[in-house]
Structures are given as structure tokens and as C-alpha cells.
């Protein structure tokens, strides 16, 4: 199976859900070839115009040297992001006659009920997903927030269970339907392809030199970022490095960034204490300087652990590092991923809205 992600963090919570299944899987960024197992590629569509999500999407399935199995594309279950245009891009691009689109999230409170969208119980358009920057949700009506949907050969089902999830899996997985949503329908999609079966994750741990005790990870030889200025702060008993004011306000002299505790403690947490600016543009300059220091100190103390929150930042770090290919190590909660770059340096991956589990 060939899974294409819109961010980074959506892609590794896909890949620990088909890791814990017992599923062989590799993560790339930005390219990969269908293989025997489960390929997960890794995009930034999300955070690009649309057409440039569009021309990436073309490029990601021109490089599949075959068409795989099944294709799933992992979408967020906010309903952000270009998704009509992908999904179109993914159909005129293949074979496939049809998506059916399902980001209802039911384990998580997120449901489709008579074509609306709600969380907990409310309609997105009057949640916090309404100031979204980029995505605001105007509307919860699933045929008003994508109104080319239908003509493009999109189908938007109601899901309000598990259950349901199930029901229209097997209605329409025919070898001629692109399914596209969140972590849910992935882990029923799953289910439905290879029976449901228990996680097979203590197989891989065996596998892999990586035991359930050893995910409860202590934060030695670590470099750790924070690149969300909504993150919670880490009590981890090793020092904060909070990024300056200057660099803060757009200045890239990142001399001015004091991590001489680095040399001693051989770990530190990179933090962005600051938050009286907003915008698109202070977004990308936050995530490229936080990338651009982690690549500085890497190639300085070179940490066996690289630890990210936040997808946005994790994504300009691991290109700023040149890390395209993972080999999954640990799921250690949902959305909360252990990744080995190419190097041996382990990498975990979490989405800034995830909590972190037991990972400390």
C-alpha cells in the first residue's frame, strides 16, 4: 500500500498505526516507490498554495514506478488543507474512478451527521478551527466547504461510529476506490485488507532491538525542539533554551541564541517563549530558524535522539538536515512516533495538538 500525507506529523501517525498492525513500513518525504509493505510518503502539501500542492502531488505519483495494491491519502480531520484539489490531482493522475473522502474521526469525538461536521458534539465553524489561519471553518456543512466535491468524483459519507466506517469500507472496496481521511478509516481500511488482528508491535520491538520498557525514554544525548508557541513546558531536568527575543521579532543572527548549556548537559530543549506576533509570514521564519539552529547543533554534538513537536517544524528540520528515509521504531502513543533516520540518529515525531503520552 502507498500512503500519501499532506504534513509530516500525519504521515508518522499513519505509519505507527500500520507499524503497530504488524505491517512492514518505511517513511519517506517527498517521493517513494510502492514496495511489498506499507510506503508512507511524507508531503508538505498542506502548507503550500494550491498549486503548488498540485504539481507535488503530480510529481509523488510520477515517481511510483507501478500503481500499488491500494493508495490511501491521509488527510486532516479538521478538514484543512487543499483537499478537493489533491484528490482530483490523485484521479486524473491514476486509474481509480472514485474517493471516498471520510475525515470523521469517531475515537477522537469527530463524526459526520446528515453532511455536518462536528467535534465533541459541535459544528466545526464554532470551534477554534473558525480563526484557523489558512483553513478557517466557515462552515460545517461538508457540500459548502467543498462544493466541487461531487462533479470530481468525491464522495463524502455520513460516520458517526466505528460501525459506519466499517459499513462503507466494505461498500465500496472494489480495487477501483482511492480512500482518503484520517486515522480511523486507515486503522479499519486495515482491518478489512488483512483481518483484525491484535498489534503486532512487540514483534517489531523483538525485531528491532527496541523494547516496551525502552520507549519510556529518558531524555539523554537529546536535542529536543519545540517549535509550536503553544507548547507546554518540559520539566525534564535538563535546560531550556528559549530562542531571543531578536530572532523572535526576524532576525536570523542565530549567535544570539545562547545554548552553551549544550556542552555540558549534552541534551537541550529549544523553545519559542514568545507570542505577540502572528501571520503566515512569522510562522515560516519561526520553523526555519528553529530548523536551521537544530541542523547547527547536530552537526556539532551529533545527539543519538532528535525530538520534534510540531509538524511544521518538523518538516523544515528534517529538510534542512537532508533526512528523507525512516524506518519505524515505536508507536509510544497515538500520533506520537519513533523514527530512525538513515544515520542511526532516532527521531520522534509529535503533532503539536497531541499530548505526549508516556514518552517521558
Known amino acids: ?10 504521515a508518522a501517525e499513519i505509519a505507527g498505526i500500520a507499524f503497530d498492525r504488524g505491517e512492514d513500513v518505511r517513511l519517506v518525504c517527498g517521493c517513494g516507490t510502492a514496495t511489498d509493505g506499507t510506503t508512507v510518503i511524507a508531503t508538505d502539501t498542506r502548507s503550500m498554495s494550491e498549486s503548488d500542492a498540485i504539481s507535488e502531488t503530480q510529481r509523488i505519483v510520477s ?12 488527510t486532516d480531520s479538521a478538514l484543512r488543507g487543499h483537499v478537493v484539489a489533491e484528490l482530483t490531482t490523485l484521479l486524473q493522475a491514476t486509474s481509480y474512478q472514485r474517493v471516498v473522502y ?13 453532511g455536518t461536521y462536528y467535534i465533541n458534539n459541535k459544528p466545526i465553524h464554532q470551534t477554534d478551527f473558525s480563526f484557523d489561519p489558512e483553513f478557517p471553518a ?14 470530481c468524483g468525491i464522495i463524502m459519507p455520513d460516520a458517526e461510529s466505528e460501525e459506519d466506517i466499517q459499513r462503507i469500507i466494505a461498500e465500496y472496496n472494489d480495487g477501483k476506490t482511492i480512500f482518503a481521511g484520517a486515522a480511523d478509516l486507515f486503522s479499519a481500511l486495515l482491518n478489512a485488507n488483512h483481518g483484525d488482528r491484535p498489534s503486532d508491535s512487540s514483534l517489531h520491538w523483538a525485531n528491532h532491538g527496541v523494547s516496551p520498557h525502552d520507549s519510556q525514554n529518558r531524555p539523554h544525548d537529546s536535542l529536543i525542539l519545540c517549535g509550536s508557541t503553544q507548547s507546554k513546558p518540559l520539566d525534564l531536568g535538563i535546560p531550556l533554551a528559549p530562542m531571543p527575543r531578536e530572532i523572535y521579532d526576524g532576525s536570523h543572527d542565530l549567535s544570539l541564541w545562547d545554548i552553551e548549556a549544550y556542552k ?3 541534551s537541550l530543549i529549544l523553545t519559542i517563549p514568545h507570542t505577540h506576533r502572528t501571520g503566515k509570514e ?4 519561526l520553523r526555519n530558524v528553529m530548523a536551521e539552529m537544530a541542523k547547527q547543533l547536530i552537526a556539532i554534538h551529533c545527539p543519538s535522539q532528535l525530538i520534534i513537536e510540531g509538524g511544521a517544524t518538523a518538516w ?11 524506518d519505524i521504531k515505536n508507536q509510544i502513543a497515538p500520533g ?17 495538538s497531541y499530548p505526549w503520552g508516556n514518552f517521558f
Open 63 to 74: 515517481a511510483i514506478s507501478h500503481q500499488p495494491s491500494a493508495i490511501f491519502k491521509k
Open 282 to 285: 512569522v510562522a515560516v521564519h
Open 336 to 352: 506520537v512516533v519513533q523514527m530512525s533516520a538513515t544515520n542511526g540518529t532516532l527521531v520522534t515525531l509529535k503533532p503539536g
Open 264 to 266: 555540558q548537559e549534552h
Open 138 to 151: 466557515r462552515t460545517s456543512v461538508l457540500k459548502e466547504r467543498f462544493p466541487d466535491a461531487e462533479r
Open 1 to 10: 500500500m502507498i500512503v500519501i500525507a499532506d504534513d509530516i506529523t500525519g
Open 102 to 114: 471520510m475525515p470523521a474521526n469517531p475515537s477522537k469525538g469527530r463524526i459526520i451527521r446528515a
Open 316 to 326: 523544515a528540520t528534517l529538510q534542512a538536515l537532508g533526512w528523507t528515509s525512516f
